[in-house]
Structures are given as C-alpha cells and as structure tokens.
C-alpha cells in the first residue's frame, strides 16, 4: 500500500463509480497522503476538488488524463498542477466528444459484422448530450444489455466469467481485430496535448507507459522529446521489472517520478486505491512536483 496515488477516476470518468466527494472518503480511509483525480478528458472532477480540498487532510493535486494521438496510437498524458479554469478544457472536451461521434458509424458496422449485431447510430443519440461515445462506452454498454448475456460470442467478456476485469479484455481484443474502427484519428496529437497542458500551469506525464509504449525506447525518446515532464513508472499494469525501467528512464533524464492505481471503483476488483506498488513517500513525491515550480 501507497501513500500517494495520482491516478483516481471519479463518475465523470465512464467506468468511474464514486462521486468527488465519496472518493475524499475512501481514500483517507485507505490511508493516502498525496491524491490526485484524473478523469478522462473532463475538468469536472479537478474543480470540485479545488472546492473540497480546504476541509481535506490529504495532499490533493487538480488533475486530468488526455488523450492524445501519436504514430497512430492512442496516448493517455496526465496533466498536475493544473488550472482547472483553463479554457482549453472545455475546447478539448469538446473536441474529443465530436471526434468519437464521427467515428460511431464505422465502429458500429464492425461490431455488427463481427458479432451479428444490428446496432444502429440511432440507438446512441439519447447519450450523445451527455456522453463520449468512446470504446469504453460501447463496452460498457453493449455488454450490460441482458438481451446478450448468453451470447456466444460475447458472453466470454460478460461480468462473472474469467475473462472480465471491467471489460478491458473487450476493448483490447476490439481494437486488435480492428486498429481502423477503434483509432481516434480527430484525437489531438501529442504534441498539442502537451503545450496546451502546460499552458494551463501543469505538469505533464505519460500514464501508465508499459500499456502502450512496451519498453520501446525510440518512442518514449520522441514523446519525451516533446515535452514530457515525467513518467507514470509505478502502476498495477507493470511487472517489478517494468517498474525498475521506467524508474531507471525517469531518473537518467531527469523526469519526474510518479505512481497511481487508476482505480475506477469495486468492479475493477483487482485495483485498490493506493495499490500502485510505489515506496516513495509523500514528502518524496511533493518535493518533485516543488521542484518542477507547481505550487501545492
């Protein structure tokens, strides 16, 4: 167990399940000193914790996860320090919301065809006000409907069999078969994410890099090259060894440390708040943060 945990997803996140202030709770009952909410490209969550966190004991640092598009791969950057009144999130808010409703059509044919569906782009309109028709939504979505809970083809995937943790084998194994139907080509590349981050007074780290970046060396060069001011090394995705490269990369380049569980809520039963396998201590990880010039 960790005291710092930089990456918490409230229910403005899709598969997030606590409210803000149910979250303040659970992660001073789990003993965190140092937290941090990131939610999916909404800003949401980081303003009612400037709110709350006056009455809160723990260290809360206003944050927020992007996406982002590099080499035709999707790249999650967590913002820190953050102005959470910044105009660009609500742009890029936006902009990540148009970018997923142009691509439901083609993702819907290829689900069709490859499970035998008859989805239609109608079905999703009553959800577009409120909602980022994302994979993650259409996961969440197409495998809570009771009408496929025995089929075939699905039902592997269903909550209760052994392939379901929160239904990331789902949006894996989709966006495997089919790279075209679940690549956001309208996401905003790296390079802007990283600017505009910075121009609303954050920091800029890459989460959970051995997801997508698998140790491959030349591409965290490049990404780093662009800005990057520190690395996610510490996550409950890494192996031990994966946490030692991706500390060892940080260190050599001067970049800062970071660690967080992306926990969503009990239905990622396998993540906990403050699971991040991270031995720094709070101390350790503000003095990083200080000395990068984000005032806490």
């Known amino acids: 167990m960790s005291v ?3 990456h918490i997803h409230s229910n403005y996140s899709l598969d997030g399940e606590y409210s803000v202030l149910d979250l303040f709770k659970e992660v001073e009952a789990r003993g965190v000193k140092v937290a941090a909410i990131a939610d999916h490209d909404r800003i949401d969550a980081a303003r009612e914790v400037e709110a709350y966190r006056p009455y809160s004991n723990i260290m809360w640092i206003p944050a927020i996860e992007c996406s982002a598009i590099y080499q035709n791969k999707e790249i999650h950057l967590l913002g820190y320090g953050i102005d959470p009144n910044h105009s660009w999130f609500y742009e890029h808010y ?3 919301k148009k970018a997923y409703e142009a691509s439901l059509p083609l993702r819907l044919q290829f689900l069709n065809e490859q499970f ?3 989805l239609k782009v109608e079905e999703f309109e009553p959800f577009l006000e409120e909602n980022i028709i994302s994979p993650r939504f259409l996961t969440r979505y197409l495998l809570s409907q009771t009408i496929y809970a025995e089929h075939p083809l699905l039902k592997p995937y269903i909550k209760g069999s052994r392939r379901h943790p929160n239904h990331a084998f789902f949006i894996q194994d989709m966006r495997a078969k089919a790279k075209e139907n679940f690549l956001e080509k309208a996401l905003p590349s790296v390079h ?3 600017k505009m981050l ?3 007074g954050g920091l800029v780290v890459l989460a959970h890099p051995g997801n997508v970046i698998q140790e491959n060396m030349q591409l965290l060069n490049e990404l780093t090259h662009l800005g990057l001011d520190g690395i996610e090394a510490y996550c409950p995705y890494h192996s031990e060894i994966q946490n030692y490269f991706y500390v060892d990369y940080a260190l050599k380049r001067k970049l800062i440390i970071t660690c967080g569980s992306d926990y969503y809520g ?3 039963h396998f993540v906990k708040i403050g699971q991040t396998h991270c031995p720094m201590q709070a101390d350790e990880m503000l ?10």
Do not use: M
């Open 4 to 6: 710092v945990d930089l």
């Open 94 to 96: 936006q902009s990540i």
């Open 287 to 296: 003095a990083q943060f200080r000395n990068k010039g984000i005032q806490l």
């Open 198 to 200: 910075h121009e609303a």
């Open 116 to 118: 035998k569906l008859d």
């Open 192 to 194: 802007e994410v990283i």
């Open 266 to 268: 009990p239905s990622k």
